[in-house]
T-cell receptor, first 112, second 112 residues
């Protein structure tokens, strides 16, 4: 059964700590995306990758980093430089440019 | 860059009535417009989409219309049911930009 898996579902970060959110897809999609969603808000693009070993900054990349070493995996690291990391993080993928994006079920990150 | 505005931000309807959500976009080069439904604690799910060479598309109780000249598109839900209660997002895609721009979302509540 194909899909996008995000883990963990809930994550807690201590001050000054880096945390990594996992996103795996078995849809054979080329492009992958990370979005941030704040309560009652829309989705803002953090980073995206169109192909393995390549990625671009989105609208709010500061304080975040990504890697794309494998087609099926696009982990997001929330660094200590991100001063307001509490949010719902969504990963998405798509096969071609104007085809639908498919989303995972998100990771909710909170600060301890 | 592209800017997508979505109205209303909240919408309350009686079960069986229709619901209409409107979006406007700024970049005339955008050519693909998906709509997503997001339930609490879940990722957005694609419910319908439309391309710029089509004016209207229907799928059972949902329909989307696109007015390229005015740069706006709308989602219509007929015969609403309680399970239609969710947050709905519109989005616009431009091939050159290779990313979706989302509206701010509409929280729909269908009252039994």
């Amino acid at each position: 059964d194909g899909g996008i898996t995000q883990s963990p579902k809930y994550l807690f970060r201590k001050e000054g700590q880096n945390v990594t959110l996992s996103c795996e897809q078995n849809l054979n999609h080329d492009a992958m995306y990370w979005y941030r969603q704040d309560p009652g808000q829309g989705l803002r693009l953090i980073y995206y990758s169109q192909i393995v070993n390549d990625f671009q900054k989105g609208d709010i990349a500061e304080g975040y980093s990504v890697s794309r070493e494998k087609k099926e995996s696009f982990p997001l690291t929330v660094t200590s430089a991100q001063k307001n990391p509490t949010a719902f993080y969504l990963c998405a993928s798509r096969i071609q440019k104007d085809q639908p994006q498919h989303f995972g079920d998100g990771t909710r990150l909170s600060i301890l | 860059g592209e800017n997508v505005e979505q109205h209303p931000s909240t919408l309350s309807v009686q079960e069986g009535d229709s619901a209409v959500i409107k979006c406007t976009y700024s970049d005339s080069a955008s050519n693909y417009f998906p709509w997503y439904k997001q339930e609490l604690g879940k990722g957005p799910q694609l419910i319908i989409d439309i391309r710029s060479n089509v004016g209207e598309k229907k799928d059972q109780r949902i329909a989307v219309t696109l007015n390229k000249t005015a740069k706006h598109f709308s989602l219509h839900i007929t015969e609403t049911q309680p399970e239609d209660s969710a947050v709905y997002f519109c989005a616009a895609f431009k091939a050159a930009g290779n990313k979706l721009t989302f509206g701010g979302g509409t929280r729909v509540l269908v009252k039994p």
